[in-house]
């Protein structure tokens, strides 16, 4: 294991020689938007990006392809050919690698386990395994801040490119219930949407505190669309991640004015009021009636599935009944077969809750596994923010990216863990890019260490005055810590 090291202040984009730099608050010189763009980088940002919007299926000579599938083979190619390219540490030697780690063996194991071993089989080779490799893959790739600047860039244009597919090529229809919502949206539905676009807006908010200039325009665009799609999608749960979202930011982001956090938050309100379609407020007032809704009295509404997936975890409490195997034990074992003839043709169905589906499919251990990925993106990197020096939040582009890091995907894992409450989305890659991205933080922290410590070596750092480098020593105390939280 690495030695604890804590993280100062210094100018990265300054030359080797730089002296320690003073506090921010002194001038300094605001760095341009540059994204790193080596073949291996290259790669791991297009993947994102198809991942994510999942853009290529609106071009079916794209989607026959397999653009991402051959990227990964190409950016797995180029790792192995060129080891230069990737991080010098061990991603394992940091918690959500371990898990992520843990979590891909347990599903081999729940696959053998469970109640069909071909079925688990055959999603764990067709998906899960694209899942965990672009998980470690996009972990692997950073070296330091300005690689993860560019790959939280390609998760914000993937949510760009969403929310505009959203706005201008899905279309709307009724779909039960009040609200006319989004339709057709290829492999995501109207729920789904909201899961992936509710983390793409904590992320789009950390480059928003992070860059300067005119690409903030930009940000600002992609926020009203993220808030209009939510809208649009006539979402529940969306919405409930929505206001989660919003009432954490008001607590949590404490480096911005609360005028300008008010500001942001009547602006997404708006955006929210003025793109809802018909319905959508009437469909929202629902939550108020739980008791009045099919989800709570129907045999395949979220209530039943919730206490049936409860039932499975209980008869494969170790094991579970195997990965993807919940909507065959639907049509197989589940206790609503004893009424088929009551309520007519059975529905294999999903279990629409992602704390469910871990349970359920890969038992109690998967299910603690999960839940301590989802939890441990929220508290590891807040608890880093207390180590961190405050004046980063006014430093250079990287030291702000870095600190805001430590407060925007924390605001990301949150939305994701309440919208994570009414999908599937246990084995999506969403929350595996939130573990690659806070592996990101940690990595990029470390490597901005050691560049400090290179430059205050330099003969003008020894140099300069003895006050700024004691200072700077009792900065690096208080960080003291933070690759041991990593670690655990």
């Known amino acids: 294991m690495s030695t604890a090291t804590g993280f100062v202040s210094y100018n990265p984009l300054a030359s080797p020689t730089a002296s320690v730099p003073v506090r921010s608050g002194a001038p300094r010189r605001v760095a341009a938007l540059s994204l790193v763009r080596d073949p291996l980088r290259l790669a791991v940002f297009v993947i994102t990006i198809l991942n994510v919007s999942r853009v290529h299926q609106h071009y079916h000579f794209l989607a026959r392809a397999r653009p991402a599938l051959l990227l990964i083979v190409a950016a797995v190619g180029c790792a192995f050919l060129q080891p230069k390219y990737l991080t010098r540490e061990n991603i394992f030697n940091y918690w959500p690698m ?28 067709a998906e899960y395994a694209k899942t965990v490799a672009y998980c470690f893959l996009l972990a692997a790739s950073v070296r330091n801040a300005r690689d993860l600047r560019t790959f939280i860039w390609a998760y914000v244009i993937s949510c760009g490119i969403l929310a505009f597919f959203s706005l201008f090529v899905f279309g709307l229809s009724k779909s039960g219930g009040y609200v006319t919502r989004l339709n057709n949206l290829y492999t ?44 649009r999608s006539g979402s529940r749960g969306g919405f409930l991640g929505f206001l989660a979202f919003g009432i954490a930011a008001m607590f949590l982001v404490r480096t911005i004015s609360p005028t300008r956090r008010l500001l942001i938050a009547v602006g997404a309100a708006v955006t929210l009021y003025i793109a809802s379609p018909p319905g959508y407020w009437e469909q929202m007032q629902t939550l108020l009636r739980p008791k009045e809704d099919y989800n709570f009295s129907a045999i395949d509404g979220r209530k039943a599935l919730v206490q049936r997936g409860i039932g499975y975890m209980k008869a494969y409490p170790v094991f579970g009944l195997g990965i993807s195997n919940f909507p065959r034990a639907e049509c197989t074992i589940s206790p609503k077969l004893n009424l088929i003839s009551k309520t007519g043709p059975i529905r294999c169905k999903a279990p629409h809750n992602s704390y469910v589906q871990a349970g359920a499919e890969t038992g109690a ?61 246990a084995w999506m890659d969403t929350i595996y890019i ?43 105390v208080m960080a003291t810590g933070w690759i041991h939280d990593g670690q655990r």
């Open 98 to 125: 371990r898990l992520v780690l843990s979590l891909g063996i347990l599903a081999c194991v729940s696959a053998i386990f469970g109640i069909s071993l071909g079925g688990s089989a055959s999603f764990i080779l």
């Open 188 to 231: 995501y539905d109207s729920n789904d949407v909201g899961v992936v676009l509710i983390v793409g807006l904590g992320l789009t908010l950390l480059l928003l505190f992070a860059v300067r200039g005119r690409l903030r325009w930009v940000l600002f665009l992609v926020i009203a669309g993220i808030c209009a799609t939510i809208a």
């Open 365 to 425: 251990v998967g299910l603690t596994l999960w839940v301590s990925l989802v939890l441990g993106s929220i508290v590891s990197l807040l608890r880093l923010r207390r180590r961190l020096p405050p004046w980063w939040s006014h430093g250079t582009e990287d030291e702000r990216l870095l600190y805001g890091a430590t407060i925007f995907i924390p605001l990301a894992a949150i939305g994701f863990a309440v919208t994570a409450f009414f999908v599937s989305f």
């Open 434 to 476: 939130i573990a690659a991205l806070i592996t990101g933080v940690f990595l990029a922290l470390k490597e901005h260490s050691r560049q400090f410590r290179e430059a205050r070596l330099a003969p003008d750092a020894r140099a300069s005055s003895k006050s700024v480098v004691r200072h700077q020593s009792r900065s690096t």
